[in-house]
């Protein structure tokens, strides 16, 4: 009996061992949006309207909320009639004319005698004025154009805009409430089409990983099985602990996982070999 059993317990280990995946390493991390913006007024004001709720998918260039412009606006009204006047321009031009042809009636009349040369250098010298005048009338009308766009430049700065597609996940401030230049916060908005994944895998492991390869995941507490694309394999082994820090992309297109689901990454002998003949795929 002792000498049965001395036989069968190599055959129990190699079953144990055979039956039992050998992982390289498991690491756990988590699933965070692709990209996240703390979304900000270019100027302090007070928030007159907001356009969007929390949960709220928006576009890049959506606007969410707009502060207080109506002294702008004003502004802007008083701005544009002053680049659309031309009296000014029409009244030097106008005095133009008369000086310029008075010196032109001037100078034949000094050759002739009928004149003397203090008419003329006076006349020379209004007409170099009237000039002045009509350039100056010009410059001022060109002036109050730029003013025009730069107050609508202005306006514009007032309005507060999406800068990705997403989700608004929170509305830090909420209408008649101000925002200050030292906290400038308005809402959050953050990309979920696809999730990034943090590792940090022993160095070893990852020599034979690059990037855009695809990857085996378990995600979720049920574990579910998926593949991710590794977007960056860092260049840098951490000295104190001796990992890689490793970026994957989960595809979210359908919404079915949340930011802040736990992520596991079985590296096996298997699982780089599989990703390497996907990559070569």
Not at 16 to 30: C, D, I, N, W
Not at 73 to 90: T, V
Not at 220 to 227: F, I, L
């Given at each position: ?5 001395l036989?069968l ?7 144990l ?14 699933a ?20 969007v ?45 008369i ?61 507060i ?40 895998l ?11 390869m ?68």
């Amino acid at each position: 009996m002792y000498v049965r059993s001395l036989v069968l317990w190599p055959c129990i280990s190699v079953i144990l061992l055979t039956a039992v995946p050998v992982y390289s390493q498991v690491t756990r991390s988590f699933a965070e949006p692709i990209e996240r913006s703390e979304v900000a007024a270019a100027e302090p004001g007070v928030v007159v309207r907001i356009l969007v709720k929390e949960g709220q998918q928006v576009k890049a260039g959506q606007v969410l909320a707009e502060l207080d412009r109506e002294v702008l606006i004003q502004s802007l009204r008083l701005a544009e009639l002053e680049a659309a006047s031309r009296s000014k321009i029409d009244a030097a031009e106008s005095l133009l004319r008369i000086r310029k042809q008075r010196k032109e009636t001037l100078a034949p009349l000094l050759k002739s005698g009928h004149a003397n040369p203090a008419e003329l250098e006076q006349a020379n010298a209004e007409f170099e004025q009237a000039l002045a005048e009509r350039n100056r009338a010009v410059e001022e009308s060109e002036q109050a154009a730029i003013e025009v766009e730069r107050i609508k430049a202005q306006l514009d700065r007032r309005v507060i805009h999406s800068p990705l597609d997403g989700v608004v996940t929170e509305i830090h401030r909420r209408a008649g409430e101000f925002i200050a230049a030292n906290d400038p916060r308005f809402a959050t908005v953050v990309q979920l089409d696809q999730l990034r994944v943090r590792f940090y895998l022993n160095a070893e492991i990852v020599e034979d990983l690059e990037r855009l390869m695809r990857v085996p995941v378990q995600v979720g507490t049920q574990a579910k099985a998926r593949s991710g694309v590794v977007e960056f394999v860092s260049p840098i082994t951490d000295s104190g602990s001796g990992t890689v820090r490793v970026d994957v992309l989960l595809n979210n297109e359908a919404g079915q996982l949340r930011a802040g689901t736990p992520v596991m990454w079985l590296m096996t002998p298997t699982s780089l070999t599989s990703v390497n003949t996907s990559n070569s795929n």
